[in-house]
């Protein structure tokens, strides 16, 4: 056993301990991800502070999020022809300049909604590029046994970014106005690109034919559609999304914090932010779990959890003096069901797909599970007008429980990603 420090450290850094290329790539991803969040702060705030009403600033935050839905099956194509760690970088001096662009126009006084929705529709293209080269190139820089662990420790940086991305912002928001913290979020974009240019070596997926970009487009899509495990993930993932939706995006679960339970915006908003920590217990446990009872489980588990809470919160009284702890044990029980089930996804995916594939099945997968959002939204707003808030979780639940049983009956539940990768 080696105990010099060198040994030490190596051990409880584990996987970023050993590797090298993933420790940069995984600093690269700690600092995007709270200069993700970050920007989801502020730019809202700084059409805020010129006059935006409410309908605008809701457009503003959707521009960011509209890139997925008509540019989720091309970037995966792209992705895969291009060089994948060239592809991070540039998304990141993009999304760096984008936002200088924005403080500068601030401190010329020139700044306009116009220039902001620009400044999101921009940050939002490079985003989806971003997000599915991200992970397409994961299987080039780990070996397949560490799949798992990788995954782990960048779900477990997401759930920190998650949870500290939206304090930073509104601290610097706070502190030097929404305009100019964007100035401290370009740096962070800047220092991310920087990480992950030290990566060094070529990340582009090895192939032996250039087919027309349609051919490509189509292999993608194929591939999710003819392979049993990957189009029961897709189908699984729409419902579960379409009830997150209906549920998170459409603002449905704030009116049931405050209107059915009670609660007040800041206390609410405490409980449901401490009870993110449930994804940092699911990142660090994911890797055990699934060594148990196999990646398969563990999703179809997850599934179920998840199902469980939200009918779970359906059931809290506003009467009760246990409400606000209530709330709390269910959305750590949530959050650590989103963190293990997204670890485990990642994993088979990566495990599944060739090399040459990953970014036009993450497209493909990006595109079908992300874009329904939207219409999740629309659908919890209509239920809200007709149904209770409390109904809303029922029926959400039951569109979890289904995914859940879609996921059991399927060839999910006996797949192990670790003892493939042994192999």
């Given at each position: 056993?080696?105990?010099?420090?060198?040994?030490?450290?190596?051990?409880?850094?584990?996987?970023?301990?050993?590797?090298?290329?993933?420790?940069?790539?995984?600093?690269?991803?700690?600092?995007?991800?709270?200069?993700?969040?970050?920007?989801?702060?502020?730019?809202?705030?700084?059409?805020?502070?010129?006059?935006?009403?409410?309908?605008?600033?809701?457009?503003?935050?959707?521009?960011?999020?509209?890139?997925?839905?008509?540019?989720?099956?091309?970037?995966?194509?792209?992705?895969?022809?291009?060089?994948?760690?060239?592809?991070?970088?540039?998304?990141?001096?993009?999304?760096?300049?984008?936002?200088?662009?924005?403080?500068?126009?601030?401190?010329?006084?020139?700044?306009?909604?116009?220039?902001?929705?620009?400044?999101?529709?921009?940050?939002?293209?490079?985003?989806?590029?971003?997000?599915?080269?991200?992970?397409?190139?994961?299987?080039?820089?780990?070996?397949?046994?560490?799949?798992?662990?990788?995954?782990?420790?960048?779900?477990?940086?997401?759930?920190?970014?998650?949870?500290?991305?939206?304090?930073?912002?509104?601290?610097?928001?706070?502190?030097?106005?929404?305009?100019?913290?964007?100035?401290?979020?370009?740096?962070?974009?800047?220092?991310?690109?920087?990480?992950?240019?030290?990566?060094?070596?070529?990340?582009?997926?090895?192939?032996?034919?250039?087919?027309?970009?349609?051919?490509?487009?189509?292999?993608?899509?194929?591939?999710?559609?003819?392979?049993?495990?990957?189009?029961?993930?897709?189908?699984?993932?729409?419902?579960?999304?379409?009830?997150?939706?209906?549920?998170?995006?459409?603002?449905?679960?704030?009116?049931?914090?405050?209107?059915?339970?009670?609660?007040?915006?800041?206390?609410?908003?405490?409980?449901?932010?401490?009870?993110?920590?449930?994804?940092?217990?699911?990142?660090?446990?994911?890797?055990?779990?699934?060594?148990?009872?196999?990646?398969?489980?563990?999703?179809?588990?997850?599934?179920g959890l998840f199902g469980a809470v939200l009918f779970g919160m359906s059931l809290i009284?506003?009467?009760?003096?246990?409400?606000?702890?209530?709330?709390?044990?269910?959305?750590?029980?949530?959050?650590?069901?989103?963190?293990?089930?997204?670890?485990?996804?990642?994993?088979?995916?990566?495990?599944?797909?060739?090399?040459?594939?990953?970014?036009?099945?993450?497209?493909?997968?990006?595109?079908?599970?992300?874009?329904?959002?939207?219409?999740?939204?629309?659908?919890?707003?209509?239920?809200?007008?007709?149904?209770?808030?409390?109904?809303?979780?029922?029926?959400?639940?039951?569109?979890?429980?289904?995914?859940?049983?879609?996921?059991?009956?399927?060839?999910?539940?006996?797949?192990?990603?670790?003892?493939?990768?042994?192999?």
């Open positions: 056993m080696d105990l010099s420090p060198r040994g030490l450290v190596s051990r409880l850094a584990g996987l970023a301990g050993r590797n090298r290329e993933f420790a940069r790539y995984w600093s690269a991803q700690a600092v995007t991800i709270v200069g993700t969040q970050v920007t989801m702060i502020a730019l809202p705030l700084a059409a805020v502070g010129l006059g935006a009403s409410p309908s605008t600033v809701g457009a503003l935050g959707a521009t960011q999020w509209a890139p997925f839905v008509f540019l989720g099956l091309p970037a995966g194509v792209w992705v895969d022809r291009l060089d994948r760690r060239r592809v991070m970088i540039a998304c990141d001096v993009g999304r760096s300049l984008a936002l200088c662009v924005v403080v500068a126009l601030a401190l010329l006084n020139a700044l306009t909604i116009a220039s902001l929705f620009a400044a999101a529709l921009t940050v939002g293209v490079f985003h989806i590029l971003y997000a599915i080269a991200s992970r397409a190139i994961i299987p080039s820089i780990v070996e397949r046994a560490d799949l798992v662990e990788a995954n782990s420790k960048l779900e477990l940086t997401n759930s920190a970014g998650r949870l500290a991305g939206p304090a930073l912002g509104g601290a610097l928001v706070g502190w030097i106005r929404a305009a100019p913290a964007l100035a401290a979020d370009a740096a962070s974009y800047a220092l991310a690109a920087f990480f992950t240019w030290r990566m060094g070596g070529s990340h582009r997926a090895e192939r032996s034919d250039r087919p027309s970009f349609a051919a490509e487009l189509k292999q993608g899509i194929q591939y999710v559609v003819q392979s049993p495990i990957q189009r029961s993930l897709v189908l699984a993932l729409m419902i579960a999304n379409l009830a997150s939706g209906a549920l998170f995006v459409s603002g449905a679960h704030v009116m049931f914090g405050a209107e059915t339970l009670g609660l007040d915006v800041g206390a609410y908003g405490a409980i449901v932010g401490l009870g993110s920590l449930g994804a940092a217990v699911g990142s660090l446990a994911a890797r055990k779990v699934a060594s148990l009872i196999g990646e398969g489980v563990m999703i179809v588990s997850a599934f009284s506003a009467d009760s003096s246990m409400t606000g702890a209530a709330l709390f044990a269910l959305q750590l029980g949530m959050t650590c069901a989103f963190a293990a089930g997204s670890i485990g996804i990642a994993t088979i995916v990566q495990t599944v797909t060739p090399k040459s594939l990953l970014g036009r099945v993450g497209g493909v997968g990006r595109f079908a599970t992300w874009g329904i959002l939207p219409f999740g939204s629309i659908l919890g707003g209509a239920l809200a007008d007709a149904y209770s808030l409390t109904g809303i979780f029922r029926l959400s639940a039951a569109f979890v429980a289904t995914a859940a049983l879609l996921l059991l009956a399927g060839p999910l539940r006996t797949y192990v990603a670790h003892k493939v990768a042994d192999h």
